[in-house]
């Protein structure tokens, strides 16, 4: 099992910006995919951005050219740096690991919450 932790949330203006790290248990396996997700307030959660072992890095249109998200695998942290951040951008922020193999397997932090005022 794979323990995430997240943190860094927190109110911010809009136009501001929060830094969120995930740290992993343990070590992560090498084919992996490391994710944040967000749930807005009545809405189902989706995708901010996504990071393969491999170095690929996927976006939400949404957060293309504001967020940013990076990893260090030898502390098995992913990081999600988010600018110029705006009022839809208020939910719970999920930590998301999938580990590619047989079988696949997949872990979720418990959420950190990210208030952005007007």
């Known amino acids: 099992q794979v323990q995430l932790v997240e943190s860094g949330g927190g109110l911010v203006q809009a136009g501001g910006s929060l830094s969120l790290s995930c740290v992993a248990s343990?070590?992560?396996?090498?084919?992996?995919?490391m994710a944040w997700y967000y749930q807005a307030p009545g809405k189902q959660r989706e995708l901010v951005a996504s990071?393969?072992?491999?170095?690929?890095?996927n976006y939400a249109d949404s957060v293309k050219g504001r967020f940013t998200i990076s990893r260090d695998n030898v502390k098995s942290t992913v990081y999600l740096q988010m600018n110029t951040l705006k009022p839809e951008d208020t939910g719970i922020y999920y930590c998301?690991?999938?580990?590619?193999?047989?079988?696949?397997?997949?872990?979720w932090g418990q959420g950190t919450r990210v208030t952005v005022s007007s």
């Open positions: 343990r070590s992560i396996p090498s084919f992996n995919v």
């Open positions: 998301f690991v999938k580990v590619l193999g047989l079988p696949v397997r997949e872990y």
């Open positions: 990071s393969t072992n491999g170095g690929r890095t």
